[in-house]
């Protein structure tokens, strides 16, 4: 990694309430950042924990936008870091009981590839090594 | 110098009131000598119009449009997401007229390239 490259952490809060807006832009706004160079990290909080699950940014699209799911898929390839708060899915309950349940108690066969369940002190960890943006 | 990026997301949903913040801030930090810009986008683009803020008054702030015109006047730079006016300002709720008095002066259209260039130069906030 280039000492000289520089870290980023956007915050996403906002989930389906706003029909997916505030997620395609932070999702916009983090391929951008990589696109020039950065490393960025993106940390689903709240609502936004929803994103972090398989399936959830289907029709998803914004006009004037791509989809939802065409940005996070691009950051996942670029080598991005997606984390979710995993005490947060408890409040989404969108997934079947009886589901595979990892020790922090969020439904790992849910997640989407690489999404890594995280709490305030890995929050806390990014916030302290990046520049910080929330949406 | 330090430069800030004033990001502003919210239209008339919450009454102009996070739009009305945003804007004051960034007036309040041309005042202790920062430099300020303000990227307006989804629902928080149609600020981008002149006049739009002229019916926003939250108690205890001044109208919006005049942190505006305030903050214009002291040659701060406002940013307009380009994607977004399509989206969010052809909407009933901004009239023709609206429209017509077109974009605030030295308003200028850009993606989000340009936004992503103001975070690897300084602070962001986000209203």
Redo the contacts between chains.
């Keep these: 990694m280039n000492d000289g490259q520089q870290k980023h952490v956007i915050v996403l809060t906002c989930g389906t309430e706003d029909g997916g807006a505030r997620a395609t832009l932070a999702m916009a706004l983090a391929v951008s950042l990589q696109a020039m160079g950065c490393d960025v990290a993106v940390y689903m909080n709240f609502q936004a924990a929803i994103w972090a699950l398989k399936g959830a940014t289907r029709s998803i699209q914004i006009p004037g936008f791509d989809s939802l799911e065409t940005y996070l898929k691009l950051f996942e390839d670029g080598g991005g870091k997606v984390y979710a708060c995993a005490s947060c899915f408890e409040h989404l309950a969108v997934w079947n009981q009886g589901e595979d349940i990892s020790e922090g108690g969020v439904p790992t066969s849910a997640l989407r590839d690489g999404v890594i369940p995280a709490g305030v002190t890995t929050l806390a960890s990014l916030l302290a090594e990046r520049r910080a943006v929330s949406l | 110098m330090t430069d800030y990026l004033i990001?502003i997301?919210r239209g008339r949903e919450d009454g102009g009131h996070a739009a009305t913040l945003g804007a004051e801030l960034a007036v309040t930090l041309q005042a202790m000598n920062s430099k300020a810009a303000i990227f307006l986008?989804?629902?928080g683009t149609r600020w981008a119009y002149e006049g739009t803020g002229s019916d926003v008054q939250v108690p205890g702030h001044l109208c919006l449009e005049e942190y505006f015109q305030a903050f214009l006047k002291e040659g701060g730079e406002l940013l307009v997401c380009?994607?977004?006016?399509?989206?969010y300002c052809h909407l009933p709720a901004l009239g023709d007229e609206e429209l017509k008095r077109g974009l605030r002066p030295t308003a200028r259209y850009v993606g989000?390239?340009t936004?992503?260039?103001r975070?690897?130069q300084g602070?962001?906030t986000?209203f």
């Design positions: 990001i997301t986008t989804l629902s380009s994607p977004c006016v399509a989206a989000l390239a936004v992503a260039e975070l690897m602070r962001a986000v």
